[in-house]
């Protein structure tokens, strides 16, 4: 990447450096392309034999259906104001 370009994608931004400033940054730049350069020899092809390996279905918990928590308890903990409920804060 060469300055021209930096100074370019600067102003895209609304940002201005000096002629050293620009230097280091196209230096910087052409750092960071080459150290995600490997991602283009990636082989990121699906394998369907390879697929959820480490998915164990046996160590899940038993789903299993428990009784609801009683209405008249939840709504205890509401107060009733103009046809909304308001609860406590929890954040501020």
Known sequence: MDTQTVK???NLGFLSF???ELEKLAEEMNGIIESVSFVKDY???YDPLNDNLGAHLDD???D???PDYP???L???AVHSENCFVVPKVME
């Open 43 to 45: 082989n990121a092809e």
């Open 8 to 10: 370019y994608l600067a």
């Open 64 to 66: 299993k259906a428990e």
């Open 75 to 77: 709504m205890r903990n």
């Open 71 to 73: 209405t008249d308890k």
């Open 18 to 20: 000096d002629e050293n």
């Open 60 to 62: 899940l918990r038993e």
